[in-house]
């Protein structure tokens, strides 16, 4: 049984964007107190070795362009909010907003090329420019069924404060980006930033076709850059077979660490699936 929750606001996406002002210190939807980082600074990232394993600057132009079925029109209906499968046994969705990280995207994508391992990106298009060097490889996970794409607004602003009219952009900007750059939809699958939604958003949602309203069970509290220690100390403590893992493409150390990640999970049984592989392995 899918776990279905409706609630007035869950606040703290623990995800940074340097372009629409965040609540630092705001709880997240799965318990912890996260502040968001800004990008615009010094690196405070290069003390941090690069894993030539995972290298972000492998040339996208071998990829051969993938050929990817036409999108379906939106189906519009009631949004409920999914944090969890608790039939998915074995199975676990790690899932990765943002990236306004070029280097940081290109370490995972590679990550993912080498491991096979299953994911779900929820992008923001305001930060299209640095994904564009891997959008080629990036929609050949997609065709493999490797990758799944969702939807995280535009430009991460705190939705429960503002109009309909701006969410409705926000959201169909960023759909629009999504299919143009990656030749698919982010539907029905919506990220609220911050992870702060209320009915009113949620309705919104559901209009567009967005009717999962996607929360999360645990996090890596990698929306502030932290040593690989703290990543996996999180994954650790808090995984839980079904859920819903939220990481972040804005810091190395996640992408860089991702093969410990993937050895975590086998060591408690569980296997990384996409949110839509995570629905349907819950019955």
């Avoid at 990008?39 to 972000?56: E, W």
């Avoid at 969702?150 to 009219?165: E, F, L």
């Avoid at 539907?187 to 930033?193: A, C, K, L, W």
Wanted: aromatic share 6%.
């Amino acid at each position: 049984m899918v776990a279905v929750l409706f609630v007035t606001v869950i606040a703290g996406c623990g995800s940074a964007s340097p372009s629409a002002g965040g609540v630092n210190g705001s709880t997240t939807a799965s318990g912890w107190s996260d502040t968001t980082g800004d990008p615009s600074g010094s690196d405070p990232t290069s003390d941090l070795a690069s894993d030539p394993s995972t290298d972000p600057s492998t040339d996208p132009s071998t990829v051969a362009p993938s050929t990817l079925p036409p999108i379906a029109p939106a189906v519009p209906g009631p949004a409920h909010v999914l944090n969890r499968v608790p039939g998915a046994v074995g199975k676990v969705a790690l899932t990765f907003d943002d990236g306004w990280c070029g280097d940081c995207i290109g370490t995972m994508v590679a990550a993912l090329e080498r491991t096979g391992a299953h994911v779900t990106f929820c992008p923001n298009g305001t930060y299209g420019p640095v994904w564009q060097p891997y959008v080629d490889r990036i929609r050949a996970l997609v065709a493999r069924g490797q990758l799944e794409i969702c939807n995280h607004t535009w430009d991460h602003p705190q939705i429960t404060r503002v109009s309909a009219a701006r969410l409705t952009d926000e959201i169909t900007h960023n759909e629009q980006w999504i299919a143009d750059t990656f030749g698919v939809t982010a539907r029905p699958y919506f990220r609220p930033p911050y992870g702060a939604h209320n009915r009113a958003t949620d309705a919104v949602a559901g209009r567009l076709g967005y009717t999962t309203i996607l929360a999360w069970s645990s996090t890596l509290s990698d929306s502030v850059l932290q040593p690989p220690g703290t990543i996996l100390d999180q994954l650790q403590h808090n995984l839980v077979p079904g859920g819903i893992v939220l990481g972040h493409l804005n810091y190395p150390t996640t992408g860089q660490i991702f093969d410990q990640i993937l050895a975590v999970l086998a060591q408690r049984g569980l296997v990384p699936v996409t949110v839509a592989e995570l629905v349907a392995a819950g019955g």
